[in-house]
Nanobody, 116 residues
Framework: QVQLVESGGGLVQTGGSLRLSCAAS????????MGWFRQAPGKEREFVAV????????NYAGSVKGRFTISRDNAKNTVYLQMNSLKPEDTAVYYC?????????WGQGTQVTVSS
């Protein structure tokens, strides 16, 4: 089992920045591929970003590429999502995800609201 706790969401104006954090426990953090997803009201959950176990590889959804940065600190068992140049369409609940060969785990989500 992997437990994930997100934090850092909130209300921000268009063009602003937020940094989300996700603290993991229950498994060796460096063995986990970590990602961020989001779900806007009335829409399906969608992929945002992913980072490999050693941070050597990252991948982003086209809609956030160049604005968002995913990173991780294996010593702190934490993955981050730095979000810059936020837009109203970034408004959603953001979920942290941990992937292993034995399963996929989700946090409870943190709300991000971008006002126009």
């Amino acid at each position: 089992q992997v437990q994930l706790v997100e934090s850092g969401g909130g209300l921000v104006q268009t063009g602003g920045s937020l940094r989300l954090s996700c603290a993991a426990s229950g498994r060796t953090f460096s063995s986990l591929t970590m990602g961020w997803f989001r779900q806007a009201p009335g829409k399906e959950r969608e992929f945002v970003a992913v980072i490999s176990r050693s941070s050597s590889t990252t991948n982003y959804a086209g809609s956030v590429k160049g604005r968002f940065t995913i990173s991780r600190d294996n010593a702190k068992n934490t993955v981050y999502l730095q979000m810059n140049s936020l837009k109203p369409e970034d408004t959603a609940v953001y979920y942290c995800n941990a992937y292993t060969q034995s399963g996929s785990y989700w946090g409870q989500g943190t709300q991000v609201t971008v006002s126009s």
